[in-house]
Every structure is written in structure tokens, then in C-alpha cells.
């Protein structure tokens, strides 16, 4: 009867609506390079829900990594996917006042910005970037470094550095995971730690002048979001940048965001034949239990 | 209005009778042409006048429910339920002969992909799930096809590739998810007290809700992503060892993911990049084609590209299959529907009436047919060995292939090493140790069976006598035989007791004497179990006399250890019947544990003492019989719910503790020593091994004590292990959960036993089972997801997951490939031949649908390739290589399972960063 083309793959049904070209646009962009990662929208409601700790995996999970070298090949295909996932989960977080966004050129780095809404260092808006070692998740923790050094005694004067690394002594894969790392710098702003600092000046302010110590924090928020719309330092073409409001740009955007529609891809596929189909009432776990069920014997 | 109503009324009855007239006109055979074909394409039923007249009307009935007042709707379908699917579909599905069941199989399978109208569809699925055909539900006599060496269950597989196609919740929930608790509601029971009324019991099989098959960590960690794609590296691991994939390929690392750092300067061109949100500065991109067609220059780089493809497969398939999910009721997450109302440690919660609870525990011993007849049908006549299978033969015939699911659960159990704590690690190292013994091939008999039936097909049936070997087959022989078995496991244990130093050189033998007999037996039940299945309609009382006989084949054990249990209780005075005797767990320590053997020894011992009085016709015997053997667990499914469920609610448990005491001391009585104290051990291993774990973690600790997040961590973990623990005493107080099998429902087994079967079967075979496989792991459910793609090692060691299947595969390609070192050239030779023919298809598919043109689509991951690769004509394809015709789909299943690998993969690493699908129903409330 038919051929049947052995290497059609013809067993997967779903496999044949390849060709289709007008509802691939949707995830198609962000594969065009397939080295790019791919962002989900993102919606970061004002109210933080990161109460729940991720735990961990068990480590029996971890795979007996390239023993004979034979598996390189798909080593950035495992790299790439574990930063996706971080970057999946660091979404889920939805920290608060949070926004991060990975590089065009590499996905081993993040540009992020946070928005610090109360305390010492209220209205600060700080820039970031995350660097992520390459041998994620096996390596050192990733660092974090403000684009102004922030005054703040766990901050490089010069560098701009966080230090992360007294949180993640050891970056531990399954336990530890870059959301950490950017609740871990929301956390610094709120809560001050003055041991060990990179800032010694800030720290013997803190605890010796907290008078002094406020006033040096206003000027460093001041400084820093005066240079809020200033040109990304890293050139690139995610680098997160600010630009004042323009209503001919920004107008439209906002009001897509405010009338957030739930999933616009919903009209696209209107068409499609595959909608899925349950007849199962909420809560039982009987078929056909909805209402309008059909005849059974 | 009333005429309209009569009218539509008449009409219709009309169409529902057009249906049944037209379908009646349908050849009942297809006239196959090759053995590959599953199922019926339009370019196969364009060719069929009387399908294609069907499947106008059938559309017609489609367009008329759409459009239909509702009563109307309603009625229509009642007919259509009530005067084609009951009457003409349900028997023609049963019908006399392979071929005409075959082709009905085809044809629903071709009206449930044509049925675009969902209440009709609905009707047509309620039939499949909810109607039963002899006591059987469809949809379960379906499953059980699967396994049919003929080219029925090909078609069956494409049937089951379309239902699981529909992403139907309800489809899934049976096939899949279910806890079937509410299968047993629906079925009528008859008491078994001497009634020769048929009852019917259906293991309940708690598939994939009870969540049995996961650990409580497994459990809690359902929802978690896969952050490091350890499974997608694990399955990838599975890859043939010579495999041609990584013959090159580490320059492409550079150029895939670590973007080298100046690549982004050149700004001039900015075709169509990703479009950012407007407030964001958008720079669109400039890695465009030419970075990722590199891969055009290596020598293989089809084989490379290959997994991107597939990641954009998984990523669009995965897609859809979240939003074709999206009107389901329940994430089926694991707490939701919840899992603990259908956990087997929680009896008696719903059960209302007691008459509800002998429902209940029946449920609990068998998947099966068990029609109880009066006792003269048992007739015990274990004079002959011959007739005794003969009358197994039949009797499974009776119950058209049932009893390929009900083996399917149970050969798992007997994997776990006795050594070791943990059996599924001794089997799983075993297994990838490429150990000299045969793999654990899970279905012995589904292999035994096709291997006879393709032979006697052949016209000439040769002996295998490689299944001699393993004690399993010996197992399984018992089972389907329960004369004989009885017969021969007292042999085998008189030769134990004899010389037990040679115990396993007996029952080898042993087995042979049965299985040469058997062998035959089920290669004739093979050929006749339609026609008898057919001509039993009109002798009712016959085949439930034939089924009687199932079910002593099918409870044999439980029989046996009824008698043993009887034998027991007589003797101390009424005890509850033990937990741990039940024939479960002893069919288990007989070939794990060689300690138990004693105790199988002692009680066979008594048994054939007791044997021809028990099983004289006595009605009272019998009836008692029947509940007493369904009341015991012979644990298809789930040996482990027995322990509970068999025993009326709180009252063993207490009793227990005695109970084992007084077991020791009658066992010590007779001069055997007990391994009661068999499960205290475990526990201490368990207790040291949770104390060295606990160890290992504070030294990690201490590494890193000051974020607030780990320590919660640790704390929730201590309290799991405290928790894991505590469940771990009380199910070893219960009577030791550790010899439970969870099971994960027949299709699942069936799937992947035939999965395992990987060389030896037919291309279209295997196509099939990967495409609906890849079907599965595409579906956003959390329960499914993480039983498809995890690789870790299972706690419970006797579910089998998709990964130990492939394990296993993976070791018998080695080890079949070691033998022919030709191969691996021919694989790899195949292989480009295939991925270009594959490539070529892909293109050409392109260009039609496209009508000519080719796009130059960056936004497509092929985009690049459409671009570097102008379309080759045909005559550009690397021939197919000369391979030997009979080498030919072993080849290609080996490519095949590659391919499979990468795609797996792919949809594992596809998974771990999909968003997340229940979120959706947590914004729903």
C-alpha cells in the first residue's frame, strides 16, 4: 500500500505538522540560533512567593558524565539546558523587584536589574551583571557585580563585586541554583551584614555612624540612578537599558502589559486539530463523570 | 414540532442503522500487502467503496451532531451507542479470526482519526473505555493485543497511537493514570458462594495516581525540573558503543553554545531577530545563519543537526501537548487527584458496605477473567501433563490474551537480587555488566509465544530450549499451568528436599519436561483463540467451564498457598491468615531467596498431603476457595496491597506480631528455621544505610552552614528520611512492603516489554512503539513525565521504567553486535542512508507544502540548513546499502534505537525547561 518512507519518522503523528510555517514563528525565534536561549514571558507581580526552597534532587540522578570522552558532543547541549533551566526557574521565583536577562552573546552571562522598594537603600536602582563560571553547575559560585559599585559593606568599592561567595561557600549542583545568588543580593540591600567586608570603610560606618553611614547610602542611590539612562557598559544587544519616558514608544508597550492577555498563542492555533479533550469532572477521577456524559452500560 | 421531532427521531435511527448496514458491508479482511502496514491511510480506504461510503456517513453524523438541537444531539448518539458500536463494532471486534479482528482494529482506529466532532468522539471513546464485551472492557482486550505477535497487535499499536493522540484526559486517565477502584463500581458481582453465576474481578491497578512506583522523596520532587539534563545524559549514555555519532563533532562545541565573545560586533545585518519588548533596547540579532551552518562542512553533519531537530521537535511537540492539555480537570502532579486515597496503606476508607469490601479484596488478587462455576468443572485430573496444558491452553484462549498483562507485572518481581538491600541496583548493574546470562527480559512467554507462533507459522516448529535456563520461565510455566505446576513444584521440591545442592539443575529440568509441553499448548492456543473465543458465544456454559480452568491457572499459586494457609491455619488454631505467606511474597522468596525455600519446601510438603482432598468436588471447598484465593494475594499488579487490603480492616496488623512468633515456633517444630527475622534484618541495613547518608550529608554541611535556605533544606530533609523511615518500619511491621510491586498498569508493561523485544521486531513494530512513547513524554503531566524520563534508580524496585527497559536494550545490542563484527559498519552505513532519506523527505515535504518555494526562515532552526542545502535531487541520496535481507530490520532497529535515544533526550532536556504546565490550574481556582 503506501511506501512507507522508513526514515518518515511516520510513527509520530505530531512529527508530520512540521511544515507548517505560521505557528512555528512563535517558538521558532528564539531556535532560529540554537545556541540562544529561549525566554519565556515573563510577569512579575508585585507580591513575592518565594517562600517554598527548592529541594534538592537526589544525586543518584547525576549522570556518569563522559566517561570515555564519547559524550562531548552533546556537553553544550547540557550546558545550554541547565542555564535554561536556571533561567526557567529564576522566572518562577518571581523575585521581587528582580529582573534578569541573559546575554545575546553568551548565556554564561545575565544582565540584571533590581529595584530596592524599602529601607536604607529605598529607590536604589541598581544595574548587575551575573557571570556564570563555564563549567556550571560544577564549578565556583557565579559572581555578581554591580555596574556603580553600590556603598555597601559587602560591595567592592572599586570592582563593584558582590560578595556571594560567603553565601554559596561551595556551589553545590541540585542544591544551589542562580536564583539564590540574585535573592542573595535583594536580601544584602535589607539586611546588613558587616563582617568581613569588601567595604571596610561602610561596615565601620554601619556599625560606628549610621548617620554617616545613611547619608553615604542616599548619595550612592543618588549616584546611581543618575546614571540610570546612561548606555549599557556591556555592549550588547540585551544589555537591560534605561531611556527616559517616551509616550510614542513606551505607551504602547505599557498598556500590552497591563491588558496582559492570557496565552496569545491560543488564537493562533485556533485551527488546529489537536485541542486536547476531557470529559473528566474536576476532583473525580472516573471517565466521562462530567455532566453531559455519554451512555454507559 | 412533535412531527420534526419524530422525523429527527426516525432520522436518526436512519443513520445509526445506515451505519450498521454500512459497516456491514465493509470487508471483513483487508487484503494486506505488506507486514509493515498498521494502518489504514487515505490513499489504503480511497481505494474501498464501502469505506468511503462509511466514512460519508460517519461525517454526515458528525455534521448532524454538530448542528442538532441538544436533545437531538443526544438521541442521535444514544443510537448511534445503542444500534452500531454495542451491537455491530463491540462483537465484530471479537471476532473469529486474526484477520477479521485485525481489520476491525484498523477500522476504528481509521474512524477515530476521521471523527472531527468531539460528542461524537466522545461516544466512540465511552465505548472503548466504558463498555464491556464478555465481562471485558474494551479497551482492556485491546491493550492485551498489543502483545500479539501478529500483525494484529501492530495494528493495535496504531490504534493506541491515535488515542493517545487525542490527548484525551479520559483515555489517559484509563490507559495510564487510573486507580481502578471505579472500574470495579461499574461492574455487576455476583457472590461467589456456590453461585455459578459469572463475577468478575479486575485488579486494581492503581497505575500512575498512587503515585506506589515513586519513593516519598520521588514523591515531593515530582515537580522539579531536570536542571542539569542528567536524564537527557543518561539516555544519551545508551548509545550503541561504537556508535558513528562521535566520530567528530567536539569542534562543534565552540560554535554551539559558547558564543565566542566578539561574535556580536559586526552589527550591519539585522535580519529578523527575536523581537524584544519595546521598553528593553532591541538589537536584534547577528549570529544568524552562517554561525550554525558550519555544521555543513563536517563530514557527518546530518548526524549532528539531527538533535537539533529533534530539540525543535521536542520543543513544538511539547508545545502542543501543554496546550492540547489544557482543558484537562487535574495536573496529575501527584497531589492532585490526590494520591493517598488510592494508596494501598489507607483500606478501608471508602468502603461502605461489606459486600463493597469483598469487592474490594477480590480486586485486589487478580487482573483477570475469574468466572467461578460449580466445582465439578474443576475436575482435577493432574494425571497427564498433556491434557493438563491443553486444558490451560484453552482456557487462556478463552480469554483472548489476557493473561499476557497479567505476566507482564509479575516477572518484575522477580528481579530484585536476595543479596543486596536494594534489587533493583543488583539488577541494574548486572544488566549494564553485560552479564553472560540473558538479559531480564521481561516477557519470557510474550517472547516464547511469538518465537512458536512465528515458527508454527513458518510451517515448522523447532524447540527452543534457550528458555530452559532460567528459573523464570519455570515460573511462568507454573502459572499458566496450575495442575502442573502443583504437580511439578512438589516434584521440585522432593527434589530439593533430596538434594537441594542441585536444586537449580532439577527444576531446570523440570521446567523443560513442562515447557516442551507447554510450549506446543500455547502455540495452538495462539492459533486458536479467536475461533474458540467465537464459538463459545453460543455455548456460554463451555467457556466458563474453560474459563474455570483459567482461573485455577491464573490463581494457582493462590490455591496452592491457600491450602498452605489452610494447612497452617488448622494447625494454629485459627490465626489470621498470614500477611507474608500469601502466594506473593512466597513465589518470590522461592526464586530470590533461597532461605525461603524451606518454608515453600514445608508448606508443599503439606500440600500434597492435602492436595486430592482439597481439591475433591466439594461445594463448600470450592466456594471457600474462591474467596479464600481471591483474599489472597497473588499480586499481579501489586503484591504488596494484599497485606492490607486482604485482611478486613484493623485487624491483622495487631495480630501480627503473634502471629510471627507462633509461625517461628511451629516452624521450629518441625525442625526448619525460620527467616522471619529476615525483615529486622533489612530494616538495619535500611538504618545503617540512612545513618551513612546522613553522615555524608553533615560533612557536606559543613562546608556551607549560613544560608538560610539550605538549613530549611536540611531540616526538611531530615525530616523526610525520618519520614521515609517511619514508613519503611510500619510497612515492614505490616508484613514487609519491600517484596510490593507497584505497578504501572498493563499498557505501560506491555509497551515497554514489547519496547524491550526492540531487535526482534518488525520496523513498523518499532516505529510505532517509539512514536507513541515520544507521544507520552511529550505529555506536560508531572506523574508521566517524571515515570518516562527519570533514570534514576527506583526505590521500588520492581516497577520497570522506560530507562531499565532501554538499559537492557542497549546491552543486547552489545552483545549481539559482538558476535558480528561486520555490523557496526553496516549500522552506520544504514544510518546515513536513512538520516539522508530522512533529510530528503523533509525537504521535499517542505517544497510541497510550500508549493516550491523555499523559505529562507533564520527563525527556523532548519532555516539555515534549507539555505546552505539547495534540494538534492533523488538521485543525489547515498544508496541504501547492500544489507542482507535478514539482517535488515535488526540494522534498522539499531539505528532506530539510537535515534530514539537522541530523542528522548531531547524531550527530556525539552521538558526540564518547559514552563510549567499545572501553574495553570493553580491561577484556575
Known sequence: ?297 | MNSVCVFVCVCGQVLATGLSGLYSSLPTRLQVYSEDWHCLDPADWQQVPALVHFLHSLDFCSAVTKVAHPSIRSQLLGYIYDGFLVPVLAPALHKLTVEEVMTTTAYLDLFLRSISEPALLQIFLSFILLHTHDNVYILDTLVSRVNTPFQLGTVSLALFRTLIGLFCEDVMLQLVFRSAWQRLKNICFYPAGGSNEPHVVFCPCRYLIPCSHLSRRQRRSLKQRDCYSSSAASFLLLMPSWCPVYLHSTNARSEHIHWPKGAGRNRQNTPEGPKKDAHLNSCPSDLSVSDSVGYCRASDFLMDVNYLHYLWDARHTIANAQRACRFWSAPYDGTDPPAQEFRPDTPGDDIEDEEELIHRIKSDSIFSLVITSPPSALSPTPSSLEAVSNRAGRASSALELEWDDIFAGQDLCLSPSPSLPNGSEAAESGRSKLSPTPPQVLPLHIQEMQRTATKLVHGSYVEESEFLDDVQVYDLVARKDAKSAVLERMRAANQKASGSSSKGLHVGSTTSTVLTTTGKTVMETVNSIMSTRRRSEDEGRDERRKSTDYEITTTSEGYRNDEANNELETILERVEPPPFTNSFNVENHIITKSGDCDEERLQLKQNSENTTRQMGPNQNTQSDLCLDTNSLPNGHCEPQTPHVSANPPGSKATKNSSFLSQYCELMHSLGVEPDCDDMDDHHETFQRRVQALRQKLKEEDEFSTDFLWEEAEEEGETMEEEEEKEEERSSSANGGRRHGVPCTGPFISVLLSRLENLLENSISVNLLLTGILVQLVSYPQPLLRSFLLSTELHSQPSVRTLHQVLVSVHAQIERYVEDRPDYPALVTQAWRFLLAKDQDCKFRECLESQGGFIVLDPSLPNGSLKKALPLPPLSVLPPCPSIPPHAKSRVFAIVLFAEFLKELAAFAQEQSIAPDWWEEFESRD
Request: aromatic share 12%; with cysteine.
Open chain 1, 1 to 297: 500500500m503506501t511506501s512507507n518512507p522508513f526514515w518518515s519518522m511516520s510513527a509520530n503523528p505530531s512529527r508530520k505538522q512540521r511544515p507548517d510555517n505560521g505557528e512555528q514563528s512563535g517558538h521558532g525565534e528564539q531556535r532560529g540560533s540554537p545556541a540562544r536561549p529561549h525566554f519565556p514571558k515573563k510577569h512579575l507581580p508585585p507580591i513575592p512567593k518565594n517562600t517554598a526552597p527548592v529541594t534538592k534532587h537526589s544525586p543518584a540522578g547525576t549522570p556518569a558524565q563522559s566517561a570515555n570522552g564519547t559524550h562531548a558532543s552533546y556537553g553544550p547541549f547540557y550546558l545550554e539546558y541547565s542555564l535554561l533551566a536556571e533561567f526557567t526557574l529564576v522566572i518562577k521565583q518571581k523575585l521581587p523587584g528582580i529582573y534578569v536577562q541573559p546575554s545575546y552573546k553568551s548565556a554564561l552571562m545575565w544582565f540584571g536589574v533590581i529595584f530596592i522598594r524599602h529601607g536604607l537603600y529605598q529607590d536604589g536602582v541598581f544595574k548587575f551583571t551575573v557571570y556564570i563560571p563555564d563549567n556550571y553547575p560544577d564549578g565556583q559560585c557565579p559572581k555578581l557585580v554591580f555596574d556603580i559599585p553600590v556603598f555597601h559593606p559587602l560591595v567592592d568599592p572599586v570592582s563593584g563585586e558582590l560578595d556571594v561567595r560567603r553565601a554559596f561557600t561551595k556551589w553545590r549542583r541540585n542544591h544551589n541554583h542562580i536564583w539564590q545568588v540574585l535573592m542573595y543580593a535583594r536580601t544584602v540591600f535589607y539586611k546588613i551584614n558587616t563582617a568581613e567586608p569588601l567595604n571596610p570603610e561602610a561596615a565601620v560606618l554601619y556599625e560606628k555612624d549610621v548617620q554617616l553611614f545613611k547619608s553615604k547610602v542616599v548619595d550612592s542611590v543618588k549616584l546611581c540612578n543618575s546614571h540610570l539612562f546612561d548606555q549599557p557598559k556591556i555592549d550588547d544587544p540585551y544589555a537591560i537599558s534605561f531611556s527616559p519616558w517616551n509616550p510614542a514608544v513606551h505607551e504602547e508597550a505599557k498598556e500590552r502589559m497591563f491588558a496582559y492577555k492570557r496565552r496569545p498563542e491560543e488564537q493562533q492555533h485556533k485551527g488546529m486539530q489537536v485541542s486536547g479533550l476531557s470529559w473528566v469532572k474536576p476532583g473525580s477521577t472516573q471517565p466521562f463523570s462530567k455532566d453531559d456524559s455519554p451512555p454507559q452500560n
